[in-house]
Protein backbone atom coordinates (compact mmCIF):
# COMPACT_ATOMS: atom_id res chain seq x y z
CA UNK A 1 0.00 0.00 0.00
CA UNK A 2 1.79 3.61 -1.13
CA UNK A 3 1.28 6.30 1.49
CA UNK A 4 0.99 9.81 -0.19
CA UNK A 5 2.30 12.97 2.79
CA UNK A 6 0.69 15.82 0.57
CA UNK A 7 2.84 19.19 1.73
CA UNK A 8 2.58 22.33 -0.20
CA UNK A 9 5.21 25.16 1.12
CA UNK A 10 2.18 27.73 0.81
CA UNK A 11 0.10 28.06 3.98
CA UNK A 12 -2.24 31.15 5.22
CA UNK A 13 -3.62 29.96 8.97
CA UNK A 14 0.33 28.96 10.07
CA UNK A 15 2.82 30.27 7.76
CA UNK A 16 5.46 26.98 7.10
CA UNK A 17 3.38 24.66 9.63
CA UNK A 18 4.37 21.41 7.76
CA UNK A 19 8.02 21.74 9.14
CA UNK A 20 7.26 24.21 12.50
CA UNK A 21 8.77 22.15 14.95
CA UNK A 22 6.19 20.36 17.85
CA UNK A 23 7.97 19.31 20.28
CA UNK A 24 11.66 19.22 19.02
CA UNK A 25 10.10 17.44 15.50
CA UNK A 26 9.17 18.84 12.20
CA UNK A 27 5.41 18.87 12.15
CA UNK A 28 5.84 16.47 8.98
CA UNK A 29 7.78 13.86 10.72
CA UNK A 30 4.87 12.38 13.33
CA UNK A 31 3.03 11.56 10.05
CA UNK A 32 6.27 9.93 7.75
CA UNK A 33 7.26 7.79 11.01
CA UNK A 34 3.69 6.59 11.66
CA UNK A 35 3.50 5.44 8.08
CA UNK A 36 7.05 4.22 7.94
CA UNK A 37 6.05 2.26 11.31
CA UNK A 38 2.90 0.91 9.63
CA UNK A 39 2.77 -2.78 8.38
CA UNK A 40 0.35 -2.45 5.66
CA UNK A 41 2.66 0.65 4.47
CA UNK A 42 5.50 -0.55 1.56
CA UNK A 43 6.09 2.89 -0.02
CA UNK A 44 5.67 6.65 1.69
CA UNK A 45 5.89 9.35 -1.19
CA UNK A 46 5.42 13.17 0.18
CA UNK A 47 4.72 15.22 -2.39
CA UNK A 48 5.75 18.85 -2.28
CA UNK A 49 6.79 22.05 -4.46
CA UNK A 50 9.54 23.21 -1.85
CA UNK A 51 13.16 21.60 -1.54
CA UNK A 52 13.19 22.42 2.16
CA UNK A 53 10.38 20.25 3.03
CA UNK A 54 11.56 17.81 0.59
CA UNK A 55 14.81 17.64 2.43
CA UNK A 56 13.29 17.47 6.03
CA UNK A 57 11.12 14.55 4.76
CA UNK A 58 14.19 12.30 3.33
CA UNK A 59 16.03 12.81 6.46
CA UNK A 60 13.29 11.19 8.04
CA UNK A 61 12.91 8.08 5.60
CA UNK A 62 10.39 9.62 3.03
CA UNK A 63 10.54 9.55 -0.79
CA UNK A 64 10.42 12.82 -2.56
CA UNK A 65 11.64 11.72 -6.28
CA UNK A 66 9.48 14.89 -7.70
CA UNK A 67 9.06 18.35 -7.10
CA UNK A 68 4.93 19.40 -7.06
CA UNK A 69 3.98 21.65 -10.17
CA UNK A 70 3.18 24.92 -9.08
CA UNK A 71 -0.04 24.67 -10.73
CA UNK A 72 -0.50 21.82 -8.24
CA UNK A 73 0.43 24.19 -5.55
CA UNK A 74 -1.75 27.00 -5.30
CA UNK A 75 -4.96 27.61 -2.50
CA UNK A 76 -7.08 26.74 -5.29
CA UNK A 77 -5.47 23.63 -6.68
CA UNK A 78 -7.27 20.55 -5.80
CA UNK A 79 -6.04 17.55 -3.68
CA UNK A 80 -7.17 14.86 -5.82
CA UNK A 81 -5.16 16.49 -8.82
CA UNK A 82 -2.45 16.84 -6.62
CA UNK A 83 -2.87 12.51 -5.71
CA UNK A 84 -3.47 11.55 -10.00
CA UNK A 85 0.26 13.70 -10.35
CA UNK A 86 1.70 10.93 -7.98
CA UNK A 87 -0.20 8.27 -9.22
CA UNK A 88 0.93 9.10 -13.01
CA UNK A 89 4.61 9.96 -11.72
CA UNK A 90 4.78 6.41 -10.16
CA UNK A 91 3.31 5.21 -13.31
CA UNK A 92 5.66 6.65 -16.02
CA UNK A 93 8.85 6.95 -14.31
CA UNK A 94 8.97 3.69 -12.00
CA UNK A 95 6.73 1.54 -13.99
CA UNK A 96 4.75 1.25 -11.08
CA UNK A 97 0.86 1.04 -11.15
CA UNK A 98 -0.90 1.95 -7.82
CA UNK A 99 -4.09 -0.28 -7.05
CA UNK A 100 -4.82 1.67 -3.92
CA UNK A 101 -3.30 4.09 -1.26
CA UNK A 102 -3.44 5.92 1.82
CA UNK A 103 -3.30 9.55 2.35
CA UNK A 104 -1.90 10.79 5.32
CA UNK A 105 -2.53 14.57 6.21
CA UNK A 106 0.60 16.20 8.03
CA UNK A 107 -1.87 18.09 10.00
CA UNK A 108 -2.95 15.11 11.89
CA UNK A 109 0.25 14.15 13.88
CA UNK A 110 -2.02 12.64 16.64
CA UNK A 111 -2.63 9.85 14.43
CA UNK A 112 -0.45 6.80 14.76
CA UNK A 113 0.71 3.46 12.95
CA UNK A 114 -2.46 1.91 15.07
CA UNK A 115 -4.79 3.70 13.58
CA UNK A 116 -3.49 3.63 9.86
CA UNK A 117 -3.03 -0.22 9.70
CA UNK A 118 -6.88 -0.36 11.16
CA UNK A 119 -7.90 2.01 8.89
CA UNK A 120 -6.35 -0.31 6.20
CA UNK A 121 -7.44 -3.63 7.49
CA UNK A 122 -10.97 -2.80 7.41
CA UNK A 123 -10.35 -1.30 3.83
CA UNK A 124 -9.39 -5.33 3.01
CA UNK A 125 -11.98 -6.64 4.98
CA UNK A 126 -14.83 -4.95 3.39
CA UNK A 127 -13.74 -4.88 0.31
CA UNK A 128 -14.08 -1.79 0.57
CA UNK A 129 -13.83 1.64 -2.59
CA UNK A 130 -12.33 4.09 0.21
CA UNK A 131 -12.17 4.28 3.98
CA UNK A 132 -11.85 7.35 5.76
CA UNK A 133 -11.29 8.39 9.33
CA UNK A 134 -14.41 10.17 11.24
CA UNK A 135 -14.44 11.52 14.57
CA UNK A 136 -17.91 11.65 16.87
CA UNK A 137 -19.62 15.44 16.96
CA UNK A 138 -20.55 16.47 20.43
CA UNK A 139 -23.64 18.46 19.70
CA UNK A 140 -26.65 17.47 17.34
CA UNK A 141 -25.94 19.01 13.30
CA UNK A 142 -29.18 20.03 13.78
CA UNK A 143 -28.46 22.56 16.59
CA UNK A 144 -25.61 24.17 13.62
CA UNK A 145 -26.61 27.03 11.83
CA UNK A 146 -25.46 30.02 10.01
CA UNK A 147 -25.22 33.60 10.90
CA UNK A 148 -25.95 36.19 8.54
CA UNK A 149 -23.36 39.46 8.06
CA UNK A 150 -25.75 41.42 10.58
CA UNK A 151 -25.73 38.37 13.76
CA UNK A 152 -28.58 36.12 13.24
CA UNK A 153 -29.52 32.83 12.90
CA UNK A 154 -30.45 31.29 9.79
CA UNK A 155 -31.36 27.65 9.59
CA UNK A 156 -29.89 24.78 8.10
CA UNK A 157 -31.84 22.41 9.00
CA UNK A 158 -35.25 22.21 10.24
CA UNK A 159 -35.17 23.05 13.71
CA UNK A 160 -36.14 21.05 16.31
CA UNK A 161 -35.81 21.51 20.29
CA UNK A 162 -34.97 18.08 21.34
CA UNK A 163 -32.52 17.42 23.71
CA UNK A 164 -28.74 16.28 22.74
CA UNK A 165 -29.26 12.40 24.38
CA UNK A 166 -31.83 11.67 21.93
CA UNK A 167 -30.80 13.16 18.99
CA UNK A 168 -28.81 9.70 16.66
CA UNK A 169 -24.77 11.03 16.91
CA UNK A 170 -23.25 12.41 13.69
CA UNK A 171 -19.60 12.17 12.59
CA UNK A 172 -17.15 14.61 10.98
CA UNK A 173 -14.28 13.87 8.75
CA UNK A 174 -11.26 14.62 11.21
CA UNK A 175 -8.84 14.50 7.78
CA UNK A 176 -6.39 11.96 9.15
CA UNK A 177 -6.67 9.06 7.31
CA UNK A 178 -8.10 8.55 3.99
CA UNK A 179 -7.58 4.89 1.79
CA UNK A 180 -8.80 4.89 -1.97
CA UNK A 181 -8.87 2.65 -4.20
CA UNK A 182 -6.76 4.00 -7.34
CA UNK A 183 -9.74 4.37 -9.84
CA UNK A 184 -11.72 6.17 -7.16
CA UNK A 185 -9.41 9.10 -8.05
CA UNK A 186 -10.09 8.32 -12.05
CA UNK A 187 -13.45 9.40 -11.43
CA UNK A 188 -12.93 11.83 -9.07
CA UNK A 189 -14.61 10.52 -6.01
CA UNK A 190 -13.46 9.82 -2.52
CA UNK A 191 -17.17 7.89 -1.27
CA UNK A 192 -18.99 5.41 -2.80
CA UNK A 193 -21.99 2.79 -1.60
CA UNK A 194 -19.43 1.11 -0.76
CA UNK A 195 -17.07 3.45 1.71
CA UNK A 196 -16.48 3.48 4.97
CA UNK A 197 -15.67 5.02 8.37
CA UNK A 198 -12.72 4.54 10.89
CA UNK A 199 -13.83 6.21 13.80
CA UNK A 200 -11.17 8.20 15.70
CA UNK A 201 -11.26 9.34 19.34
CA UNK A 202 -11.13 13.59 19.71
CA UNK A 203 -8.04 13.50 21.62
CA UNK A 204 -6.53 11.66 18.16
CA UNK A 205 -8.68 14.15 15.64
CA UNK A 206 -7.07 17.45 15.98
CA UNK A 207 -6.69 18.75 12.89
CA UNK A 208 -3.59 21.80 12.74
CA UNK A 209 -4.57 24.46 10.59
CA UNK A 210 -3.65 27.82 13.32
CA UNK A 211 -0.90 28.28 16.38
CA UNK A 212 -3.69 27.47 18.48
CA UNK A 213 -4.32 24.38 17.38
CA UNK A 214 -0.51 23.78 17.29
CA UNK A 215 -0.22 24.95 20.66
CA UNK A 216 -2.87 22.52 21.90
CA UNK A 217 -1.04 19.40 20.29
CA UNK A 218 2.00 20.51 21.92
CA UNK A 219 0.66 20.33 24.87
CA UNK A 220 -0.85 16.98 24.50
CA UNK A 221 2.12 15.37 23.06
CA UNK A 222 4.50 17.00 26.34
CA UNK A 223 1.78 15.92 28.58
CA UNK A 224 2.25 12.24 27.95
Not at 57 to 79: H, I, K, V, W
Not at 124 to 132: C, F, I, P, T
Not at 167 to 196: C, D, H, W
Request: glycine fraction near 4%; charge should be negative.
Amino acid sequence: MLAIIPAREGSKGLPGKNIKLLAGKPLIAYSIEAALKSRSITKVIVTTDSEEIAKISMDFGAECPFLRPSELSTDTARSIDVYKHTIDWLRANESLEVESMAILQPTSPLRTHVDIDAAISLFYERNADSVVSYCREHHPIRWHKYITEDGKFENIFQEALNNRQVERPSFFPNGAIYVFRSNLMEQEKYYTSNSYAYVMPRIKSVDIDTLEDFEYVEFLINKT
